[in-house]
């Protein structure tokens, strides 16, 4: 027996396997749906979609912008004579606040009072000079008349060259008097504008030069937002004409302050590649320098907005409507967001939009839209 088997075992193997196939066969048979009947030629091979009809109202949009808060310029502190301080304003300090004109610190006067005082005794000898000479040219020209009457008396004996050099020490004298009187104001160093302070670390006894920044300040005036923004915001803003915008800050009361467009920069950022729009506030005393704020600017009207649902959108900017019993695709322009609804600019919606895509939607699917009365018109809160 044991010898049968083993000349015939791969006959048997084949049979084996043959059998496995055979069971495996009938078994998918019979477990595959019967088709023939009613209930089968009944069933609808086209995906169900459900649509709306969109009706066209106005819309004003709203667009959302984060910003930070920045100063136009930032002043170097540098005095412009040379000293020692002597006196600085306790206002003088990273984060205070100062009025124009208000002292920063005072350098002391000293050597400048010395000076004016040298070029006042200066002006003095000078006109004293002058007088002198003025004197011996009159004494000189009767002279002259008395021995040579028909003669002009030569200058050097008039003493023209000596009276113009002492005129001239004159003048020197005094530009020389204003200047020293001109670095004697300046050793008190006083806020150019309504300011704050950035940063110092100056203290009395330090000798500083016309050379050195001791601190830096920046205009509360020149305080600003600097909103970053994209082609398609900026197209949703339209024109800039000074419109009136709102910043979410917490140092507000409300945290709202009211704020205007002023300009647009002229070149895109080399890195994002996005614009630049800069807002002014009229409370500038509320924002911090670094500070990030959220800017909301009213766009400009659409004449014309479809409100769907947010469900048909299947990107940012794409939808599906019904034509002629087919799915197609449509890129529209989303003007913004009120609850649940998307704002588009209006569009060619076919016979319908498809409010919740189905998962194989492509160009060209059949599909079978909800019946006429089965059809949605979405409310636009249209007045």
């Known amino acids: ?33 019967d088709t023939s009947g009613p209930s089968a030629a009944a069933r609808p091979t ?41 006196k600085v304003s306790p206002a003088f300090r990273p984060g205070a606040s100062v009025a124009r004109g208000e002292v920063l610190f005072v350098i ?10 040298r070029t006042l005794a200066e002006i003095e000898s000078a006109r004293s000079e002058l007088t002198r000479l003025e004197a011996e040219a ?26 113009a050099a002492a005129k001239a020490r004159i003048h020197s004298g005094e530009a020389a008097r204003q200047a020293a009187e001109l670095a004697l104001s300046r050793t008190t160093v006083r806020a150019p504008f309504d300011a704050r302070v950035l940063e110092t670390e100056l203290d009395v006894g330090q000798v500083v030069g016309s050379t050195a920044a001791l601190g830096s300040m920046f205009s509360i005036d ?21 419109q009136r915008v709102s910043i979410m800050t917490p140092a507000a009361s409300e945290g709202v302050v009211a704020g205007k467009l002023v300009r647009a920069a002229a070149a895109l950022d080399e890195r994002t590649r996005l ?8 409370s500038p005393d509320l924002l ?8 909301e600017i009213n766009g400009e009207d659409a004449a014309d907005s ?41 569009f060619d919606d076919a016979d319908g939009v498809v409010t919740v895509p189905p998962a194989n939607a492509r160009d060209g699917l059949s599909v079978s839209p909800r019946g006429p009365g089965a059809l949605a018109t979405v409310d636009n809160g249209a007045n």
């Open 1 to 33: 027996m044991s010898q049968f088997v083993e000349r015939h075992a791969g006959a048997l193997q084949l049979f084996f396997v043959i059998a496995v196939i055979g069971m495996a066969l009938l078994l998918s048979i019979s477990l595959r749906p």
């Open 46 to 86: 086209n995906t169900v979609v459900s649509i709306v009809t969109p009706v066209a109202t106005p819309f004003r949009p709203s667009v959302r912008l984060n910003g930070v808060v920045q100063a136009r310029t930032v002043t170097r502190v540098i005095p412009q004579v040379t000293g020692r301080v002597i």
């Open 108 to 117: 002391d006067p000293s050597d400048y009072e010395l000076a004016i005082e």
């Open 138 to 163: 009159a004494a000189e020209r009767e002279i002259w008349r008395g021995q040579f009457p028909n003669r002009q008396i030569p200058d050097l004996i008039a003493r023209v060259p000596q009276i």
């Open 222 to 242: 020149s305080l600003e937002i600097v909103v970053p923004v994209s082609a398609e915001q900026r197209g949703l803003i339209g024109p800039l004409n000074g």
């Open 275 to 282: 614009g630049t729009l800069y807002v002014a506030t009229e």
């Open 288 to 295: 911090t320098v670094g500070e990030f704020v959220t800017v």
């Open 306 to 346: 479809y409100r769907l649902p947010a469900t048909a959108l299947t990107s940012r900017d794409r939808l599906w409507v019904v034509e002629d019993g087919r799915l197609a695709g449509r890129t529209v322009q989303v003007l913004g967001r009120e609850g649940e609804m998307a704002v588009v600019r209006v």
